[in-house]
């Protein structure tokens, strides 16, 4: 059993930053991939980046060289840190952990996510 809480979202002018953790509890988180999804009002729930156990990374089109993930085995916690943020960010980001390829239906588990709202 893994549970994710999300914490770091807020309201930023664009061009900011923010940075969004996902603090997970389980032992056996080292095991999966972890990612963050977004959904934006009346849009489908889209995958933002993912990294793999392995340390792996992947990202969508629409934020590379903006965002970065990393996660802390330690500290058994995923960052997302987001950069010259734009309005088209706004959503919900979502923590997720979960199997390669990383769609929706290979999510095991979500946090329960947290607002990310960028104005103009």
């Known amino acids: 059993q893994v549970q994710l809480v999300e914490s770091g979202g807020g309201l930023v002018q664009a061009g900011g930053s923010l940075r969004l953790s996902c603090a997970a509890s389980g032992r056996t988180f080292s095991r999966y991939a972890m990612g963050w999804f977004r959904q934006a009002p009346g849009k489908e729930r889209e995958l933002v980046a993912c990294i793999s156990s392995g340390g792996s990374t992947y990202y969508a089109d629409s934020v590379k060289g903006r965002f970065t993930i990393s996660r802390d085995i330690a500290k058994i916690t995923v960052y997302l840190q987001t950069n010259s943020l734009k309005p088209e960010d706004t959503a919900v980001y979502y923590c997720?952990?979960?199997?390669?390829?990383?769609?929706?239906?290979?999510?095991?588990?979500w946090g329960q996510g947290t607002q990310v709202t960028v104005t103009s």
């Open positions: 997720a952990a979960g199997n390669p390829p990383f769609r929706v239906r290979d999510v095991d588990y």
